[in-house]
């Protein structure tokens, strides 16, 4: 007997070292996908992937962008998914609803709202649930909304009127995160978290977003991790990982919330205002549509998105127009006649008609690229690229960070020139049908027209009011570094800080 388990003891690991030898010759020589172009290693085991954007903290997509300079357009960037780096082929992956797109389960794990409506994977599954919040953030939807955002930028203006009378230094991406937070928390629930009424902006919340988000690539490598974190008991989750307590406390609030916009609207409570969920618990979704864990899912997701990649890009267009001086006198000129009445939409219109505003903006929105990783969709049938068959069921992606930098649709495109935009214009040939921050096709984003509001009516508020003159901060602080499926910068960066000054009138 002691024999025969000594036996077993030496043929167990022997047996796992040949079955996993098996599984990577099946990849290697065997695998639907294994005519695709790519690097050997990537294509027999994820630890590639896991090494780039787990232990180099989010620097795969800069590995892509290495292996199609080697190999191709086309590669195999793991063993079951495929990157496309090519323009033209961008709106094959990211169809329009007339193709069916899934995503990729195996991807959005690492967001931890599966029933909301962003993580949704069936194409169909995800246009119902999509179809109840389309209304709420419709262009004239947003327009009702106009003195909501305005309240929510003049309480900003005063705060930053406030530090530079005191000649305070302040952390300003934690201020604009504060800004579109409270924006996005009132919006969806008819109640704001306060963030611009708090001595640090409400710096803890963006700081549990971004922790949540680092950790997302070693969650998609290993997705047990979450339901795992969730059984444990607190006080020993306490003393694993004080971040993920903080996240739990962050959805405690959203919870909270949920809960009590669900219990009003089944007592026949009157709605609160113009709010998301009261539209949605309106809505003639199905009532399994409608549970606690569904609406808590499709709270946070809301709220997320609705918080960082806004204010990352409001920030880093502070970053180049206050150190321009011509791009800020130019855009000042054009914001003089401003109109400064509360009529709804009447001072978005207008600011929407503005060319070089707009043109600021969206060289802002191309710098910031929104998801600046890739993001897998699944077809159910055979796409052919070139000469290369991609299968049914493959994840197939591209990535918006190299579509935004391609030299030959934006030259010198790590240059902040709003210029471009106007040029393009006048040329019969503009660059809209290349801006892929919001993505595209049936999965884009559903709170663009909220996102280029907000970025409108802050932008022409803070440039006419202040000059910002930035400290301890260099371009390290503002330019991506990092893929954590929102552009992060370095992994040492402490934030952005600046001092404001008022402009004389």
Request: include cysteine.
């Amino acid at each position: 007997m002691a024999i025969f388990e000594a036996n077993t003891l030496l043929w167990a690991p022997l047996l796992g070292v040949l079955s996993y030898a098996a599984v990577i010759a099946y990849r290697l020589c065997l695998h639907p996908l294994a005519a695709i172009p790519g690097p050997r290693l990537a294509a027999a085991t994820s630890w590639y992937e896991f090494y780039y954007d787990v232990i180099g903290r989010g620097l795969f997509c800069w590995e892509i962008k290495r292996m199609h300079d080697r190999y191709g357009p086309i590669v195999r960037i793991n063993p079951n998914e495929v990157h496309i780096l090519d323009t033209s082929f961008y709106d094959e992956i990211y169809a329009p609803a007339s193709k069916k797109r899934d995503k990729y389960a195996g991807f959005v794990v690492f967001l931890g709202v599966p029933t909301g409506s962003f993580a949704t994977c069936p194409h169909e599954h995800h246009r119902i649930r999509r179809r109840a919040l389309n209304t709420s953030f419709s262009k004239q939807a947003i327009y009702k909304i106009e003195g909501l955002i305005q309240a929510k930028v003049d309480r900003l203006c005063r705060r930053l009127d406030d530090s530079a009378a005191r000649d305070h230094v302040l952390r300003l991406d934690a201020a604009f995160f504060a800004l579109a937070n409270d924006i996005i928390a009132e919006y969806t629930f008819g109640e704001g978290d306060d963030c611009l009424g708090r001595d640090d902006f409400g710096a803890d919340f963006k700081g549990i977003l971004m922790t949540s988000l680092e950790t997302g690539a070693l969650v998609r490598q290993f997705p047990c991790i979450v339901p795992l974190a969730y059984a444990l008991p607190r006080r020993i989750l306490a003393g694993l990982s004080g971040a993920f307590t903080a996240l739990l406390s962050w959805e405690a609030v959203v919870r909270r919330r949920v809960v009590a916009m669900a219990e009003a609207h089944r007592r026949g409570e009157p709605d609160v205002g113009t709010c998301v969920f009261s539209a949605l618990l309106r809505s003639d979704l199905p009532d399994e549509e409608k549970s606690f864990r569904r609406l808590l899912d499709e709270g946070k997701s809301l709220m997320g998105a609705g918080s960082e990649t806004t204010s990352w890009t409001l920030t880093l267009l502070m970053w180049y127009v206050a150190r321009d001086r011509r791009v800020l006198g130019r855009l000042r000129r054009e914001l003089r006649d401003m109109p400064r009445g509360n009529r709804p939409g009447g001072r978005l219109r207008w600011l929407e008609t503005r060319p070089y505003l707009n043109a600021v903006i969206m060289e802002a929105l191309r710098l910031n690229h929104g998801n600046v990783g890739r993001s897998p969709r699944v077809a159910a049938e055979t796409v052919y690229y070139k000469n290369h068959a991609i299968p049914p069921g493959t994840p197939m992606s591209s990535t918006n960070y190299w579509i935004h930098m391609d030299e030959t649709i934006f030259p010198n495109p790590a240059t902040f020139s709003p210029e471009r935009w106007l040029d393009a214009d006048m040329a019969g040939f503009p660059l809209q049908r290349y801006m892929v921050s919001f993505s595209r096709g049936s999965r884009q984003c559903v709170g663009q027209n909220l996102a280029t509001a907000e970025l409108c009516l802050a932008v022409a508020a803070v440039v006419t009011r202040f000059d910002v003159d930035f400290v301890d901060t260099t371009a390290e602080d503002i330019l991506p570094a990092r893929d954590c499926f929102v552009p992060r910068p370095v992994s040492h960066s402490r934030g952005v800080f600046a001092r404001l000054l008022r402009v004389q009138e």
